[in-house]
């Protein structure tokens, strides 16, 4: 068989690895992989190489697996500060800033850092720093 390949492997690779973050059961599937090739007989430092991931991390894995089978591959809850806005405003603020900021009442042409501050302040009462609300933009706006 010929050898396939894949044009700009780094941005189909960034792509692929957001669809496998994106949820609880493609981090589970990503998880399920890992141990079924440790099974199939390549380390943990080979299967790291594989999936992208780091050789502990997969030794974390098969030592799950083998203390709890299944269930210890599922998804605990995640440490962290909570979210600051809800699934319901993050998505308003999304097709917010789709539109104009005129639109919302703001003198700028196009949204920023600083006038998205100023928007959550004034529309959702929340205080974030610029740096978040530059990347809280740069991701809604993607």
């Not at 981090?27 to 502990?56: F, I, K, M, N, Q």
């Not at 530059?134 to 991701?139: F, P, V, Y």
Request: aromatic share 6%; net charge positive.
């Amino acid at each position: 068989m010929r050898r396939l390949n894949i044009t700009n492997t780094r941005t189909n690779e960034q792509v692929i690895w957001r669809e496998i973050l994106r949820s609880r059961e493609s981090r589970y599937d990503h998880r399920l992989h890992g141990v079924l090739s440790v099974c199939r007989g390549l380390s943990c430092y080979e299967t790291a190489a594989v999936w992208g991931r780091s050789p502990r991390s997969v030794e974390h894995w098969v030592r799950r697996y083998e203390n709890d089978g299944l269930r210890g591959l599922m998804e605990k809850g995640r440490p962290g500060r909570p979210a600051v806005l809800s699934s319901a405003e993050l998505a308003r603020l999304q097709r917010q800033l789709l539109s104009d900021p005129v639109r919302c009442g703001w003198p700028e042409r196009r949204w920023t850092g600083q006038v998205l501050r100023a928007h959550l302040a004034r529309d959702y009462g929340r205080a974030l720093g610029l740096r978040q609300c530059q990347r809280l933009l740069r991701r809604l706006s993607a």
